[in-house]
């Protein structure tokens, strides 16, 4: 896009900004066309990117990483040759999709961002379920918990892009992913285009329509998931892992996603969803100009497929294999099209969350303690539980919301200050007498504590929970469940494990930096997700007020000069 097409973009972007105070798949269709490649030219060590691709892969754990790293090979395998952090945190206990991508490009953990989990409950509310998804307008008559009309409203911190856009507003601030609430909170306020998928194509915000790139893709899209397609490849280096694990009535360990003709549902559940994903990001940088004038922009990339694979197949059968094979190819093809194009770009990759195995090939693999959530831990039972213990009831619906995991408890609207404490008191007295719990806190306990500095490996219980614990959205008390305790009572078919613990499996994820010239280095010491966006603003010479991060600038200069002095 032209500078004076961006400059027109101007009055939109401030206001969003006072709301504050906003390639192929897998062979099956051929990527948006490029030109042919040329080298980027020659720049200074003090040149500013003229794009940073923010790439998040959804639940890619550390340990997947640490897995899988000497087979990766094309675009995982380039961002190994540049700044290498093994050990990054999302250094809250809320370990899922939502709050640790509003981690990623405000610097400032959930406690300020206020995404405190994907969603949570509002007991006053008029809905009848009482829930709210992190990402949507829940004031606006057709949003349901069920179909939300998407919106950034409930992130309270500027992402990188808004905080770019505030200072010249021709930056272009860009986003695409299958998930909603990923675009939402690595783009924020003042996205000049942000795309998910939704149902048979990519779509975006209620109030805007389609680009002809978004419908190009969509058309390639219907070309594709109408053809079906076979099995994908196993890699040799997969045969270790490819075996059937049972878990009752189906088994996991051995699918190779043969996609149905017309299956839109399987395709999006895939490896072969990362691979629009990048070809949707390329028609953007195509249609939209990005990295193409003396104004960085940023290009934000949330592949879900490994988090998909993850819960409907765990993550050390052949499943994950494949998707860990199928992802460094589509990294790859995103990172050649930039080559192509002639673009000057500074990466980062890093996760919202990690995650673990099922539980019964954990048990399997040598960890007798991996079980599944005790049924009396449920919302349901709890409360049937507590109203039996304190002979009290709310006036409709049930006495207690959420539950079920580790995370929060909201208890029924209308109760008595003395009826709240008692069945507050009741409430901690079960959950504390219960094997699978490690620790319980009420709100009062968590508005006390303070969000610590230093290593997040070392912090507290307590501290972790902290720094997700914002009084306006989250729950009256807070559970934590044990090590190796996967939420969920039952496995069925698409769901097998997940996350969302406090415990280093589902906190630890690693961090990567890479641009063309840089010098590869790996640093094993702990740092955080909010460390990435002070890192890249240092990278434009963007300067923000103390205060602005939780996190601090990272020196991605293996050389003796400093990339957090420029």
């Known amino acids: 896009m032209p500078l004076a097409s961006r400059l027109c973009l101007a009055p939109l972007v401030l206001a969003g900004l006072a709301a504050f105070s906003a390639p192929a798949f897998a062979g099956d269709v051929p990527s948006a066309q490029a030109p042919s490649p040329q080298a980027p030219a020659a720049r200074t060590a003090q040149e500013k990117p003229k794009l940073i691709l923010a790439i998040s892969v959804d639940q890619f754990s550390a340990d997947l990483f640490a897995q899988y790293r000497e087979h990766y090979s094309h675009g995982l395998g380039r961002l190994l040759t540049g700044a290498v952090f093994p050990s990054g945190f999302q250094s809250h206990a809320a370990t899922e999709t939502c709050p640790g991508h509003s981690t990623l490009l405000t610097g400032v953990h959930p406690a300020r961002t206020g995404i405190i989990a994907n969603n949570w409950y509002v007991p006053g509310i008029g809905r009848e379920d009482k829930q709210v998804y992190c990402a949507e307008d829940e004031s606006n008559p057709q949003s349901t918990s069920d179909d939300p009309v998407v919106s950034p409203d409930h992130l309270k911190a500027p992402t990188l892009g808004d905080l770019m856009k505030q200072r010249n507003p021709a930056a272009l601030n860009v986003a695409v992913s299958a998930k909603d609430r990923a675009v939402v909170m690595m783009s924020g306020h003042t996205a000049d285009a942000a795309y998910w998928f939704k149902g048979k194509g990519f779509t975006s915000y209620a109030d805007r329509k389609l680009s002809p790139a978004a419908q190009a893709e969509n058309a390639a899209l219907a070309q594709t998931v109408g053809a079906g397609s076979g099995d994908l490849p196993v890699p040799g280096w997969c045969g270790a892992v490819d075996r059937a694990m049972s878990l009752g009535t189906f088994s996991i360990g051995t699918y190779r996603f043969p996609l149905k003709a017309g299956d839109f549902k399987g395709f999006s559940v895939s490896p072969r969803m990362d691979a629009a994903t990048t070809d949707m990001a390329v028609r953007l940088v195509d249609e939209m100009g ?111 919301y959420g539950a079920g995991s580790s995370g929060d408890i909201w208890l029924a609207d209308g109760l008595s200050a003395r009826e709240r404490r008692k069945v507050i008191a009741a409430l901690v007295a079960r959950l504390k007498a219960n094997p699978q719990i490690a620790a319980v806190f009420t709100a009062d306990e968590l508005k006390a504590a303070k969000i610590p500095s230093g290593n997040p490996q070392d912090w507290t219980m307590i501290e972790r929970v902290a720094a997700s614990y914002n009084p306006a959205h989250s729950g009256e008390v807070l559970m934590m469940t044990k090590r190796g305790v996967v939420p969920g009572t039952e496995p069925h078919p698409g769901y097998t494990a997940t996350h969302g613990s406090p415990w280093d499996y589902d906190r630890r994820v690693p961090m990567l930096f890479w641009r063309r010239g840089m010098v590869t280095m790996e640093q094993p010491q702990p740092v955080e997700t909010v460390d990435i966006a002070p890192t890249l603003a240092a990278q434009i010479g963007l300067v923000e007020p103390a205060g602005t991060w939780d996190g601090r600038c990272l020196d991605i200069d293996a050389s003796e000069a400093d990339s957090c002095s420029r």
Do not use: N
């Not at 770009?345 to 995650?355: I, K, M, N, Q, T």
């Not at 007798?368 to 831990?377: I, M, V």
């Not at 049937?384 to 006495?399: M, R």
């Open 290 to 400: 990005l990295g193409k004038d003396d104004v960085t922009d940023v290009l934000s990339v949330s592949y879900s497929a490994t988090d998909k694979v993850g819960h409907a197949f765990g993550t050390e059968g052949v499943e994950m294999c494949i998707q860990m094979a199928q992802l460094d190819q589509t990294i790859g093809t995103l990172l050649d099209a930039l080559d192509a194009r002639g673009i000057d770009y500074l990466v980062v990759l890093s996760a919202d969350h990690g995650g673990i195995d099922a539980p019964e090939r954990l048990r399997e693999q040598g960890v007798p303690d991996a079980a599944r959530l005790d049924p009396s831990l449920t919302g349901q039972a709890l409360a049937q539980a507590v109203s039996q213990d304190t002979g009290i009831t709310a006036k409709s619906g049930p006495l207690l």
